[in-house]
């Protein structure tokens, strides 16, 4: 085997679960396109580049606790987010200890700690009302 082509991030299942959409999609799936290689998903009109620093801790951590709102900056993580699927208009707040909320000077952005990136608008309502069966969560060890 020469080398593996990895397909497309947002390609599971058969469906295209990018963040662009509202639900996952079976639809707007070209198996060529999304099991090809990155240079030909990367075209694709629902590609988005999830660069957001997942493997990086926050540079910035100064969330003001429970329910606190850290301000993004220019060179915090969040400065890559996409505006139309992370941006909410209003914070939302989740009891989950994993959940953060950050002003982003014209809307909010939900992030988790356990995935350690932003949430889109529909993960972050999910991760208010349904925190406590959240799979990622779950798989955290406990503390004794």
């Not at 397909?7 to 070209?30: I, T, W």
């Not at 014209?106 to 349904?130: I, Q």
Request: glycine share 8%; proline share 9%; charged share 20%.
């Amino acid at each position: 085997m020469v080398g593996r082509i990895l397909p497309c991030p947002f390609y599971r299942g058969g469906a295209c679960h990018s963040p662009k959409l509202e639900e996952p999609d079976d639809s707007v799936v070209a198996a060529s396109r999304c099991r090809g290689p990155p240079e030909t998903y990367m075209g694709c009109s629902l590609y988005v580049n999830t660069d957001l620093g997942v493997n990086k801790p926050p540079e910035n951590n100064n969330n003001s606790g429970k329910g606190g709102v850290r301000v993004i900056t220019k060179n915090s993580i969040a400065s890559k987010i996409y505006s139309p699927i992370h941006l909410l208009k209003e914070p939302l707040s989740s009891e989950c200890p994993g959940y953060r909320i950050e002003n982003a000077g014209t809307g909010y952005v939900a992030f988790c700690n356990v995935l350690r990136r932003a949430l889109t608008k529909y993960e972050a309502k999910l991760c208010s009302l349904h925190w406590k069966e959240c799979p990622y969560i779950l798989a955290r060890p406990q503390s004794a």
